[in-house]
């Protein structure tokens, strides 16, 4: 079992910055890619970054060239960097590891890019 903690989130104001936070515990030795999910109010989930274990990353289109997803595996955290956020920003945001073939999810951090 992983149990995933995120931080960082709160209110910011359009044009600013974020780092979010995840660190996971439990069983956590065994964790393979990890990475960040978002749900804005009235929409479906999205993935926004996902990160292998040797840091391989990518972005949805959405956040390219703002955002920037990094771990540091001896912690067992993920971060995501959030820069020139959007209102369209506003979400919350999910940690997600993949652990022996199974996804576990932390319970959200939520973030709200004001205009």
């Known amino acids: 079992q992983v149990q995933l903690e995120e931080s960082g989130g709160g209110l910011v104001q359009a044009g600013g910055s974020l780092r979010l936070s995840c660190a996971a515990s439990g069983s956590s030795f065994n964790i393979n890619a990890m990475g960040w999910y978002r749900q804005a109010p009235g929409k479906q989930r999205e993935l926004v970054a996902p990160i292998s274990f040797g840091g391989s990353a990518r972005y949805a289109d959405s956040v390219k060239g703002r955002f920037t997803i990094s771990r540091d595996n001896a912690k067992n955290t993920v971060y995501l960097e959030m820069n020139s956020l959007k209102p369209e920003d506003t979400a919350v945001y999910y940690c997600?590891?993949?652990?022996?073939?199974?996804?576990?999810w932390g319970k959200g951090t939520l973030v709200t890019v004001s205009s």
């Open positions: 997600t590891a993949d652990w022996v073939g199974m996804d576990y």
